[in-house]
């Protein structure tokens, strides 16, 4: 009878340490998996950290640098170093366009004042009192009809020059304007040529090329509206 119990209670005993092994061995496999996990998850930060840092410093890792990398500031062709890159030449392209229109529209103002007041002083006052003016020698040689011609072909010179660009109204009307003016000026110089008057000449001459820089910039890379 006694041997009988104490055999009972040695399988007990078995199977208890068996069950605790085996709670043991499970909880062992979780710890285990769950290490491992965390080991791989510090594997990957470790990986990821060079690329983060090289978006700071451009330095890549040497175990983990790989050829055009997106993330690699040091390499001149990345799509991620050319975005960065191409902001201050962006940044210069648009100052230059603010300061050459800025530059067209006073050329252009000046010239439109200059062909106004000579256009007006031609159209208001008689032959006599161009003749008079200190640059209008050239106007006896001229009838008054083709003296106020000209002066009604300088005013509209000059609105062409202003008013299509401020009003947005056909602004391809400033650098024909300009044109216009050209070759009102290629005939200025050419009569004050003939009257070996070369100041009035050089005077041209300089307002041709103001006029040749607006046909140039509205023909153009600064046309409104390009």
Known sequence: MIKHH???IISECRI???RAVTSIGSRTRR???T???WIRGQRRESDLAPNIL??????VCPSTKRAESPLNLSNPTSTYYGHFAGEPH???QIWMEIIV??????????LAFAFAASGMMK???SKEKVVASGTGAWAADWSPASIKFIGVAEILGAIGLILPALLHVAPILVPLAALGLIGVMIGAAIVHSRRHEAPNVAVNVVVIVLAAIVVWGRFGPYAFGA
């Not at 090289?54 to 330095?59: C, F, L, P, Q, R």
């Not at 229109?101 to 000046?110: E, P, Q, R, S, T």
């Open 6 to 8: 104490n055999n009972d």
């Open 16 to 18: 208890g340490l068996s």
């Open 31 to 33: 710890v285990s998996l």
């Open 35 to 37: 290490m491992a996990h």
């Open 54 to 59: 090289s978006v700071h410093t451009g330095d």
């Open 90 to 92: 962006r940044q210069e």
């Open 101 to 110: 229109n800025l530059a067209l529209w006073i050329i252009a103002g000046v």
């Open 123 to 125: 159209v208001i006052q």
